[in-house]
């Protein structure tokens, strides 16, 4: 037993339970490891204060995940609201290595000044995608993209074959684009991350 | 209907699904051929998901009016040979009552499934909330016997729904798949096994031909004295004629006097009883030597894992027994599971503690029974770990 415990929060819309699905599609299809994803399920999710939680074990003999729903304090954060930024507490995340990060979109949070306490990747997502591609809808992929690399619970196979699967084919080629680029911002974080230890 | 069509069964693998739809998907595996529902919040995805797939099975999905017209279709249904099933929640299990004490009277197989949501009244639509146990029971006017399962994850709403199909074709009775709004909206992977594989599983409906000798109600059997309930008929068929009529009846459907009332009532009620042993299913977790016995159903049952794995790591002896039939309530199973126990917790998803009553009424006076009621929220490991170290001191 090894819970990976993500939680991903933002204001309905964003693509907070798309990406919660996509994690739990390339953790479990795709990786074979045990996961659970749990959703806002009310108003909440088309408009209002929206979250999504995946439970991943990254124990391969686990079966199921027993309690589904994210523990605090939380090994990845994916914050994109103003509002859930709020409820971000100094002990929300783990503080281990390879563990407790957050990522968190200034295009959508003026202020954010306990991210300065964690492991925080600054991606501004809504307006990346907006410039790049043209539409918000590929901020998950972006986001995706920072995902795989800084968690690495499943390789980046799994996460293309989840990309497939979840996108419409006309769109796979820029969604795949987005998802580098998410993957490359991570890559050059975790760099200088490693500098700063040293 | 013995036609079998393909997209009936989805190729062999490992699906994403969320638990409403992982129960849709096992009705249809069972051979599902009629689903007459209203949405209801948190059940809607059954209907949302069964109105796409049932017209590629040759099934029909039908939304109705309302909840009345929606389970009495299911009824018609049923009795022209179709497996059926309806799916609601509190407020709808409420209004179609009048129509399950009738199914139960006439012997007519159906599956319910009850995405249970927070009450009494309209109540908060999205939260969970076990108040149905008490309804489900006694779902209905009169007295009779019910079947309920409570699934925990994906896989099981899968694998369940089957089951609850095979015991509703066995038994003739209301069966019931307990689910809730949180358990509803789970997503998880689903393995789906082999075409084979559940069609070995699944109990087909057929027509019987012999109508001469076989009885169409459950009938004592005089030379074993055991209650046998045969396959359900089928009406409108060229084979026999069957006597339909909501008085106390005997095993030909003939009305019979109220002195022999009593025949009727046991045989709705114990067909289902003396078949405990098939019935009810159970699991346990860590109970070999358990002080302290947690029983639980549905969802709780996941916290209440987590609680004894922490509960385990401080050098408490404590263990889980869950009930995957909760009615009816397998006495027998939980007595010998709690007998060397000095404590039973029993964490709810209701305030009353419904199956909580029930605990205490198999455990030795001096045993405690320490419920931890929820309402709305699901619980945490905490909450359970917490009693569980106060008893243990």
């Given at each position: 037993m090894n819970r990976y415990e993500i939680r991903i929060s933002g204001?309905?819309?964003?693509?907070v339970i798309t990406l919660s699905k996509m994690i739990t599609m390339a953790s479990s299809i795709y990786e074979n490891l045990a996961a659970t994803q749990t959703e806002a399920y009310s108003a909440a999710a088309r408009g209002g204060r929206c979250w999504a939680e995946v439970v991943v074990d990254l124990d391969r003999d686990t079966k199921q995940i027993d309690y589904p729903k994210a523990l605090i304090p939380y090994d990845f954060l994916i914050v994109l609201s103003e509002e859930s930024a709020k409820d971000i507490k100094r002990d929300s995340l783990k503080t281990g290595d390879n563990t407790g990060y957050l990522i968190w979109d200034p295009s959508t949070i003026k202020k954010f000044r306990l991210a300065q306490k964690f492991k925080s990747l600054r991606i501004p997502v809504q307006r990346m995608a907006l410039e790049k591609f043209g539409d918000t809808v590929y901020g998950n992929s972006i986001l995706f993209g920072a995902f795989t690399a800084l968690s690495k619970i499943f390789s980046e196979e799994a996460a293309i074959e989840t990309i497939r699967n979840f996108v419409p084919k006309a769109t796979l080629e820029k969604n795949l684009e987005a998802f580098e680029l998410g993957k490359v911002e991570a890559e050059y974080f975790l760099k200088e991350l490693e500098g700063e230890k040293k | 209907m013995s036609k079998v069509n393909d997209k009936r069964f989805l190729p062999e693998g490992k699906y994403l699904m969320m638990g409403n739809v992982a129960m849709a998907e096992g009705a249809i595996a069972a051979g599902l051929k009629f689903f007459g529902g209203y949405p209801i919040t948190p059940s809607t995805e059954v209907i949302e998901h069964l109105a796409k797939r049932m017209p590629e099975v040759g099934g029909c999905c039908m939304q109705m009016e309302d909840e009345l017209a929606s389970i009495n279709a299911v009824m018609g249904a049923s009795l022209v040979g179709a497996k059926a099933m309806t799916a609601t929640s509190g407020p709808g299990l409420a209004l179609m009552s009048e129509t399950i004490s009738f199914a139960a009277n006439l012997e007519i197989p159906f599956v319910f499934c009850d995405v249970q949501r927070n009450g009494p009244g309209n109540g908060f639509v999205t939260d969970p909330h076990h108040n149905d146990i008490g309804l489900i029971r006694f779902a209905g006017n009169g007295e009779f016997g019910v079947i309920a399962l409570a699934p925990i994850n994906c896989q099981e709403l899968f694998d369940l729904t089957i089951m609850a199909f095979n015991f509703a074709e066995t038994y003739r009775c209301p069966t019931f798949i307990i689910s809730d709004a949180y358990l509803g909206h789970i997503h998880e992977v689903v393995s789906i096994p082999k075409k084979e594989e559940i069609l070995d599983k699944v109990i087909k409906r057929e027509i019987t031909d012999d109508c001469d000798t076989t009885y169409t109600y459950t009938y004592l059997d005089?030379?074993?004295n055991q209650l046998i309930t045969p396959k359900p008929f089928i009406m409108g068929t060229e084979y026999c004629a069957r006597n339909i009529v909501q008085q106390p009846h005997g095993p030909q459907g003939f009305p019979v006097t109220p002195s022999k009332a009593i025949d009727f009532i046991k045989g709705i009620i114990d067909k289902i009883n003396n078949n405990k042993d098939k019935i009810c299913l159970t699991d346990e977790y860590q109970l070999d030597d358990a002080e302290i016995v947690i029983v639980a159903y549905g969802l709780p049952v996941r916290a209440a894992y987590r609680s004894v794995d922490l509960a385990r790591e401080e050098g408490i002896k404590v263990g889980v027994f869950r009930l995957i039939t909760v009615w009816p309530f397998p006495d027998e199973k939980v007595k010998n599971a709690i007998k060397n126990a000095k404590a039973i917790i029993v964490p709810e998803l209701n305030y009353m503690g419904v199956i909580a009553e029930q605990v205490e009424r198999v455990t030795d006076p001096g045993t405690p029974v320490i419920r931890i009621p929820k309402v709305c929220l699901f619980h945490h490991p905490d909450d359970i770990l917490k009693v569980i170290m106060e008893v243990a001191k």
């Open positions: 204001f309905g819309g964003q693509g | 005089k030379g074993t």
